[in-house]
């Protein structure tokens, strides 16, 4: 065959078997396709019966894919349709196994790859984008070391960035034509990926240290100079790196970082929701984070934050909160404690009478003593929340809060549905992973899903719509606030958080909600005394232009 024209070729603009004659004519297309002309909607029907024709989410995922690299208004027209039933394709959880499957599966790409060993490349790379200052509203970059729960996958981390774009586009309208997925190669300690002849990435150790800081620096100067009005969004980096990066760069670019200001925002939208049930406040809380790395102490965070706005000192908020890591309960004679984790390290000598097993205070430990109100999960140890746990935490709090949020799957601290056993339907659940409706003793219970997927479009929406220079902590719980607005958990089996099947709706709210603080603040660039209205309309849909 031979070429065919750049409108049929990119997938922006793309439209198949739904050329008109006009448009064959006029575009040189008379000849290369079927004389039959569809609608949009006949398109999505036949792509809709190849999707469901496929038995495996994995499958459905590369079918997906594909449509997505070939025609982008349909792959969004099916996504946005389907979007309850599509997200656990495109998304958490089976974009876990894609991306460990990711260069052997290599058929093309729509990242830009950013490498360590060539740095003065990532000026080239986005002047070969082709697109001017004002054309783009969005760049998701993740270096790709701690992917969901499943650890360091180098190159094969790209998927990330697309799904999280995705994701953007599905649920909050963000137009795919300005938003740009990248890969930040800086090596990968996977030893099976560097052994896998597959392999397409940098075949050398992580790069740590000045190099690593140089180049993340360089990035986002050259990023930012490009993409002036761009938000810069940082996704499944590595612990420190993650925090590090957002506490030297915050306030000097218009950077997000969806692992911790997304996560954290996500929970205190189901915390928030929860104490509706409960009726108590946030300096009421005893919170108990279980897998103290970027999501879990971005969490403990935010929610000692709001003990604070309550009106505790930080000393008294601090005192409320116990993290534990790999070895056990953190306290501050721990050696070589991660500057993140020491800030909520406890008082060696308040728990010297506590039990130890092989020298750790174990979760279950902590739990019996502390009588926790919140218990957060993001560990990627799956099974910890064990039955045990979960009645020795119900038996503390008449209604406790309880959130496994790591992901996959494979990597949840418990399936609600046992913690709902456990707990004789008294926890008030949510995970990172979508559950299906289930019975208990008669009562229906819905999980919601407690992922930052169900808030991090939106606050991007807003972030885009407003131009605001910066995200700020107001702007984030402004955000957790709207998602928490749209739910009223009070009646047993009720969840905690929106259905993914009013994401969109969901979205734009929150997008409201983050223009207007923006605005508040006077970040925005841009303002508006009906932001309803300007959100509505700047969201993209799935439409032939
Ligand atoms: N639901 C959501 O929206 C989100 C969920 N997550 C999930 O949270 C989990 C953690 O993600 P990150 O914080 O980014 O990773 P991370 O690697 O920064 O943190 C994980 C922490 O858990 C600790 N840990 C590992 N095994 C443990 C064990 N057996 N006992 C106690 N602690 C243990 C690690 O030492 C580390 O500090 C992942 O599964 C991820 O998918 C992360 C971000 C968002
Ligand atoms: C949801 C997400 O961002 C994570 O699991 O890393
Ligand atoms: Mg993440």
Known sequence: MTNKPEVYTNPLTNKETAFTRD????????????????????????????????EKNIEKYFYLDALHNRNEVLYYKLLTDHLEEMLPVVYD????????????????????????????????????????????????????????GIGDWGVNGTDISVGKLAVYTAAAGVNPARAIAVNLDVGTDNQALLADPAYLGNRHARVRGEKYDAFIAEYLKVAAEYFPNAMLHFEDFGASNARRILVKYRDQYRIFNDDMQGTGAIVMSAVTSGLKVTKQGFKDQRLVVYGAGTAGTGMADQISAAMQREGLTREEAKARVWLIDIHGLVTSDMANLPDYQQEYARDPAEVKDWHRTNGKISLLEVVSHVKPTILIGTSTDHGAFTEEVIRT???????????????????????????????????????????????????????????????????????????????????????????????????????????????????????????????????????????????????WKPEYK
């Open 93 to 148: 959880p089976t974009i876990g196994q894609a991306i460990k499957e990711w260069s052997a599966n290599y058929r093309s790409s729509r990242a830009v790859y950013l490498s360590i060993d060539h740095p003065e490349d990532i000026r080239v790379a986005f002047a070969n984008l082709g697109l001017g200052a004002d054309d783009v509203d969005l760049l998701v970059c993740s270096d790709a070391e701690a992917i969901l």
């Open 393 to 539: 935490v119900s038996a503390g709090v008449e209604r406790p809060i309880i959130l496994p949020l790591s992901n996959p799957t494979e990597k949840i601290e418990a399936m609600p549905e046992d913690i709902i056993n456990w707990s004789q339907g008294k926890a008030l659940v949510s995970t990172g992973i979508p559950i299906k409706p289930f019975d208990y003793q008669g009562t229906t219970f819905h999980i919601g899903q407690g992922n930052n997927a169900l808030l991090y479009p939106g606050l991007g929406l807003g972030v885009i719509v407003s131009r605001a220079s910066t995200i700020t902590d107001a702007m984030l719980e402004a955000a957790a606030q709207a998602v928490a607005d749209q739910v009223n958990p009070t009646e047993l089996g009720h969840a905690i958080l929106p259905p993914v099947s009013q994401l969109r709706a969901s979205s734009a709210k929150v997008a409201v909600a983050v223009a207007k603080q923006a605005q508040a603040e006077g970040v925005a660039q841009v303002t508006s005394d009906n932001w309803e209205q300007v959100v509505e309309q700047s969201m």
């Open 23 to 54: 448009e064959r004519l006029k575009y040189g297309l008379v000849g290369r396709l079927p004389v039959g002309v569809e609608t949009l909607e006949q398109q999505a029907t036949r792509a809709y019966k190849q999707y469901s024709a496929f």
